[in-house]
């Protein structure tokens, strides 16, 4: 069965890096696109940033854009946020989820991992 | 603030409908097929709805979804309390090259 596991989060103080990995394993990973999603404390949930099936196009939230990368290595079946430039309002459950398909333009996600939390704090 | 509004709460009781609605714009729901999930606290999310209308498979008959024009609705008919839970619209905006996802809904089943 399909299965994604977040490691990587922590504790970080404002300013710094941290870097997010998902692993995937149950399905052919390099099929697939992929993306982060975030659910702050008391709040909703934030679309993070997408990956196409083989890295060829990437986008990201405004709030992000700039500071935060996404990767993968399909090889791995592995899945990566590179988090820079930490901020307070990053603090957040972090969970990667996947595309029905290779790539397009949506938010139909059929599997999600549980998380994984990053705190951003001095 | 969300650019996909959606109410913050709504109630009904055991065996009763509800409608929860998404409401967008041109860049977004106007052009895009919309989701819908159920998230119940400290599980993943769940795919309810996808292109609109469809249903994955397992999701039962009692979930609807339907877009017209700028706004989606996610329909649940015979309420249970195993409903209750938020749920969030989502779909891909252009103006910002970005997936979206709506403030969320707390359905509380009375």
């Known amino acids: 069965q399909v299965q994604l596991v977040e490691s990587g989060g922590g504790v970080v103080q404002p300013g710094k890096s941290l870097r997010l990995s998902c692993a995937a394993s149950?399905?052919?990973?390099?099929?697939?696109?992929m993306n982060w999603v975030r659910q702050a404390p008391g709040k909703g949930l934030e679309w993070v940033a997408v990956?196409?099936?083989?890295?060829?196009?990437?986008y990201y939230a405004d709030s992000v854009k700039g500071r935060f990368t996404i990767s993968r290595d399909n090889s791995k079946k592995t899945l990566y946020l590179q988090m820079n430039s930490l901020r307070a309002e990053d603090t957040a459950v972090y969970s990667c989820?996947?595309?029905?398909?290779?790539?397009?333009?949506?938010?139909?996600?059929?599997?999600w991992g549980q998380g994984t939390l990053v705190t951003v704090s001095s | 603030q969300s650019v996909l509004t959606q109410p913050p709460s709504v109630s009904a009781a055991p065996g009763q409908k509800v409608t929860i609605s998404c409401s967008g714009s041109?860049?977004?729901?106007?052009?895009?097929?919309v989701s819908w999930y159920q998230h119940l606290p400290g599980t993943a999310p769940k795919l309810l709805i996808y292109?609109?209308?469809k249903r994955p498979s397992g999701i039962p008959d009692r979930f609807s979804g339907s877009k017209s024009g700028t706004s989606a609705t996610l329909g649940i008919t015979g309420l249970q309390t195993g409903d209750e839970a938020d749920y969030y619209c989502?779909?891909?905006?252009?103006?910002?090259?970005?997936?979206?996802f709506g403030g969320g809904t707390k359905l509380t089943v009375l």
């Open positions: 149950g399905f052919t990973f390099s099929d697939y696109g």
């Open positions: 989502g779909t891909w905006d252009s103006s910002q090259s970005a997936g979206l």
């Open positions: 989820a996947r595309y029905v398909t290779g790539g397009g333009y949506s938010t139909t996600f059929d599997s």
């Open positions: 292109d609109n209308n």
């Open positions: 990956i196409w099936y083989d890295g060829s196009n990437k």
């Open positions: 041109s860049s977004n729901i106007g052009n895009y097929y």
